[in-house]
């Protein structure tokens, strides 16, 4: 499957923002899909992510803190995360990933990258203060 992230810019902090991750090539409802950022100088790290059925999603809560959510639309071949409430440290460049096996466990305890093996270029996110 290949994968398209789309979405990001400037905002102001406090301010909102959706990311979309547009699929194509493949039967994308059989995928989980996942979002990771990236700081500068920083590890690649799992922000969100959604089972292929959207009934089973992960937040790393660390990071979101109930400020994110993440959705699909199967027949659009889509899926979403909207941030709420975004803060300087927010700034990242924002991937979209899937697999058609990721760990189950994954959405108790969160995800590697390394479970992933479709991964989109990438969309960036800066938060301004």
């Known amino acids: 499957v290949q994968l398209q992230a789309s979405g990001g810019g400037l905002v102001q902090a406090g301010g909102s923002l959706r990311l979309s991750c547009s699929a194509s090539?493949?039967?994308?409802?059989?995928?989980?899909v996942g979002w990771f950022r990236q700081a500068p100088g920083k590890e690649r790290e799992l922000v969100s992510a959604?089972?292929?059925?959207?009934?089973?999603?992960?937040y790393k809560n660390s990071v979101v803190k109930g400020r994110f959510t993440i959705s699909r639309d199967n027949a659009k071949n889509t899926v979403r995360l909207q941030m709420n409430s975004l803060k300087p440290e927010d700034t990242a460049v924002h991937y979209c990933?899937?697999?058609?096996?990721?760990?189950?466990?994954?959405?108790?305890?969160?995800?590697?990258?390394?479970?992933?093996?479709?991964w989109g270029q990438g969309t960036q996110l800066t938060v301004s203060s």
């Open positions: 959604i089972s292929w059925s959207g009934i089973s999603t992960y």
């Open positions: 990933a899937a697999d058609r096996l990721v760990p189950p466990l994954g959405f108790q305890a969160g995800f590697l990258p390394t479970d992933f093996g479709s």
């Open positions: 090539g493949d039967t994308f409802s059989s995928y989980a």
